[in-house]
């Protein structure tokens, strides 16, 4: 046995996580020997009270993160909004590199960051969320030595996240969130047994340094998927680093399947909306020439007339297809962001 320790903690919570963290900061206890890190994805442009919330809701002090700080054991480190949260050598980075199934900051970026720099002491921590984020992260930590503690979908609020987790990164450390606190000091308080010490992970590395917007001058991390990155449009290279393969560009978008298949449905509305307007335009105009006497020559009011005809028909098309395309329950209820919850937040902070 060793004098080690798990005392680094990396917490991911997305839609209806703001209630999960106020419940697991409340069971830490004031002698905490870990640091605590948090992401919570909210909207860019959209201030954040976190900080202040997490502060008031347990023993720990709890602040937004500021660039190159040391972590400390009894804190709690919150990401602020558009930036990424790493761990890296003992420093925390904020980080504007690109986003994850389309949020800044992202849990997996953070949790990659802690599986790279303390391995074994690391603890992931996967709570309420929409989509699958944090699950490709929370294996990655398990893969250094570290250990997973996810809280128990049937009482978070939105189970997708927890579900997403266990599957990728099965764990028997399964709790509500009120509990959470309390399995946490259990688990930093454990002793850290003598392992080996594992080879480096360049996949690992490059993802990390994706993150931190380091410029990447290889694609070959991973094979061409074959799909565009809805972000930027490049070519997206194939990950199957566990049971569920996922994307990234070159320049580092991040996308799991279901954000990927979200995304391209949401791009392909707006690629319908555009093509109905363009019609409706040709239409209206054709008509405009069909009835202007300066521009009737023998049949030609008639063919802009049929030319009218012809869009009005495609337009109804589309927008039959438009109607269709939002009746198809092809969208998990979940995929709300917590800046859509204002009930969430208590009164005096919305």
Known sequence: MTGRHRDVIAVGASAGGVESLRALVA????????????????????????????NRSGPLPA?????G???????????????????LDGHLRLSHGPAENGHRPAVDPLFRSVARTAGPRGIGVVLSGSRDDGAA????????????????????????????????????????????????????AMPLPDGPRLPADSLLDTEVAMSDLVSITSDRFAPPAGFGCPACGGGLF????????????????????????DEQA???????????R??????????????????????????????????????????????????MPDRDPDTATPGDHPDELPSDVR
């Open 63 to 67: 602040a937004s993160v500021v660039e």
């Open 137 to 188: 992260g929370l294996a990655s930590i398990v893969a250094r030595g570290g250990t997973a503690v996810v809280q128990d979908p049937a009482e978070a609020l939105y189970s997708s996240m927890p579900l997403a987790a266990l599957a990728q990164a099965p764990t028997e450390h399964v709790a509500p969130a009120a509990k959470l606190g309390g399995l946490l000091a259990e688990l930093t």
């Open 27 to 54: 069971g830490l206890p004031p002698d905490l020997p870990a640091s605590v890190l948090v992401v919570l994805h909210l909207p860019r442009d959209a201030p954040s009270a976190l900080p202040s919330i997490l």
């Open 278 to 327: 363009a019609l409706e335009e040709k239409s209206e105009l054709s008509r405009r020439m069909a009835a202007n006497g300066t521009h009737r020559r023998a049949g030609t009011g008639t063919r802009f007339d049929n030319i009218a005809a012809d869009a009005d028909a495609a337009g109804a098309t589309i927008r039959r297809l438009i109607a269709r395309l939002g009746s």
């Open 238 to 261: 194939q990950i199957d680093d566990g049971p569920v393969p996922r994307y990234r560009c070159r320049v580092g978008h991040a996308w799991s399947p279901e954000s990927l298949l």
């Open 266 to 276: 949401i791009a392909l509305e707006g690629a319908l909306w555009m093509a109905l």
């Open 69 to 87: 700080e040391h972590i400390r054991p009894g804190h709690i480190y919150v990401a602020p909004i558009d930036h990424h949260l790493l761990l």
